[in-house]
């Protein structure tokens, strides 16, 4: 018989976080699942330390393609009907996937959730500023300033990434906020209020840390009033937050003398202006 989930780890060069992770995979109270990890072309003995787990897990190897490439692979590969990530820097607590399988089960009508996180950075807990708390239900509007679904938070079903597509491989960042925002244009993402997430930031290789996300965001926001999906209210609020991101963008690059990619950006959100 099938598992009733699969966990997709996907990882470069961070072998012992990793070994954390999949630790706690392994330690979940559920246990009807199957554990997928995707090694995106490390160097470090991360293949020496998944060979260790033996059938515990099922991992594979690729050349490096980017943490959207790594997690497309591990959905392809897996079997469940139900999908849940788990980032190599991140952490569960024991009863993570048994409460959110349960939600799942009780309610088939809902097609994802995510539980709250505990926030660790440079070895301390901190405390989430106030406009990174997660709404619930209809996320749409709120999520188009910034990503407020984590993938190491989230349980999906599969017929939802069928539906509104993979992760995007051309994406290097933001590649989170942008299937997020394609989720959130038509289905509620629910909140679980405990948090069962172990979230550790700080470390030189986060990504969601690095200088330009702004820049993927804004061609997310493209994609998004390209798509034909948004009704006209979401259109209306995509428009002006690709205004804004513009704005800050194409100054910055000024500042910074690329004064021909600057105005490129601070010209382009004319180009939808007049949409639909």
């Given at each position: 018989m099938s598992p009733e989930i699969s966990v997709i780890i996907p990882t470069f060069n961070r072998a012992s976080m990793l070994v954390?992770?999949?630790?706690s995979v392994l330690a979940q109270d559920m246990t009807d699942l199957e554990l997928i990890v995707i090694n995106d072309g490390s160097t470090d003995e991360t293949e020496e330390r998944l060979s260790a787990y033996g059938s515990?897990?099922?991992h594979y190897q690729q050349e490096n393609a980017g943490v959207s490439a790594a997690r497309n692979r591990g959905i392809t590969l897996s079997v469940a009907p139900l999908i849940a990530f788990l980032d190599s820097d991140d952490l569960?607590?024991?009863?993570?996937l048994q409460v959110q399988h349960t939600y799942m089960t009780e309610?088939?009508?809902i097609h994802?959730?995510?539980?709250?996180?505990i926030w660790w950075r440079n070895g301390r807990r901190v405390n989430p500023k106030k406009h990174h708390q997660?709404?619930?239900g209809d996320i749409f509007q709120r999520s188009l300033e910034l990503c407020l679904v984590s993938p190491s938070a989230v349980m999906m079903r599969r017929e939802l990434l069928e539906k509104v597509g993979y992760f995007d491989e051309e994406l290097p960042l933001a590649e989170d906020y942008d299937l997020w925002l394609r989720v959130a244009v038509d289905y509620p993402v629910v909140l679980l209020p405990e948090p069962l997430v172990i979230k550790r930031g700080g470390h030189p290789d986060q990504l969601s840390a690095r200088k330009g996300i702004d820049r993927y965001r804004?061609?997310?926001?493209?994609?998004?009033?390209?798509?034909?999906?948004l009704s006209p209210e979401q259109y209306d609020w995509t428009w002006k937050t690709l205004q804004r991101k513009c704005q800050i963008?194409?100054?910055g690059c000024i500042k910074r003398g690329k004064v021909q990619e600057g105005e490129r950006y601070l010209a382009l959100p004319n180009k939808y202006r007049n949409k639909p």
């Open positions: 954390e992770a999949v630790e515990r897990l099922k569960w607590l024991p009863s993570k309610n088939p009508e994802i959730c995510q539980t709250e996180e997660k709404p619930a804004i061609e997310a926001l493209e994609k998004l009033l390209n798509s034909g999906r963008y194409g100054e």
